[in-house]
């Protein structure tokens, strides 16, 4: 099990990647970015994360205290 780095949902890769059978999700449900394979709970996260991966990456790497300013 993996984490989306968009809402943080835990997403089982094996059922993603097609290695469990086919499903749609093994189209929708990943994104490679800088070498490394990002695994996604539905196609809208994915599309959060391939239009903006550095803002995801780098509030994954905050202290989990750590204010988000696009709150307001």
């Excluded at 835990?10 to 097609?18: N, Q, R, S």
């Amino acid at each position: 099990m993996v984490n989306d780095p968009v809402c943080g949902m835990a997403v089982d890769e094996t059922k993603l990647t097609g290695q469990s059978g086919y499903s749609r999700q093994a189209y929708l449900g990943k994104s490679e970015y800088k070498g490394q394979t990002y695994y996604f709970c539905s196609a809208n996260c994915k599309r959060h994360f391939d239009h903006s991966p550095e803002y995801y990456l780098d509030r994954q790497s905050r202290p989990t205290n750590a204010k988000d300013d696009s709150k307001g």
